[in-house]
């Protein structure tokens, strides 16, 4: 089995920062590509932005210059540094991981529970 385990979400006013982190665990060969994406009430799923194994990152037009992705693959944790929050970034945050579980699978995806990110004053 595979876990993808977020924390790091919260309320915060407008302005402010939040840190998400994302552990991977489980049965892992190795992880492709890692990212987040987020779901506000009543729209669908967006991606927020990815990171690749190699450090390559790409972001949602809406975030970039105010959201910073990072990785230690290592740990195989993703972060996602949120600054100048706006109320817009409200949203539920789901952490993804493309990855293999032994040499002889094929890639899949898996998700995290959520965490909630409210930014409100």
């Known amino acids: 089995q595979v876990q993808l385990v977020e924390s790091g979400g919260g309320l915060v006013q407008p302005g402010g920062s939040l840190r998400l982190s994302c552990a991977a665990s489980?049965?892992?060969?190795?992880?492709?590509?890692m990212g987040w994406y987020r779901q506000a009430p009543g729209k669908q799923r967006d991606l927020v932005a990815t990171i690749t194994s190699g450090r390559s990152t790409n972001y949602a037009d809406s975030v970039k210059g105010r959201f910073t992705i990072s990785r230690d693959n290592a740990k195989n944790t993703v972060y996602l540094q949120m600054n100048s929050l706006k109320p817009d970034d409200t949203a539920v945050y789901y952490c993804?991981?493309?990855?293999?579980?032994?040499?002889?699978?094929?890639?899949?995806?898996?998700w995290g529970q959520g965490t909630q990110v409210t930014v409100s004053s």
């Open positions: 489980g049965r892992i060969f190795s992880i492709n590509v």
């Open positions: 993804n991981a493309l990855l293999l579980r032994s040499s002889s699978d094929d890639y899949s995806h898996y």
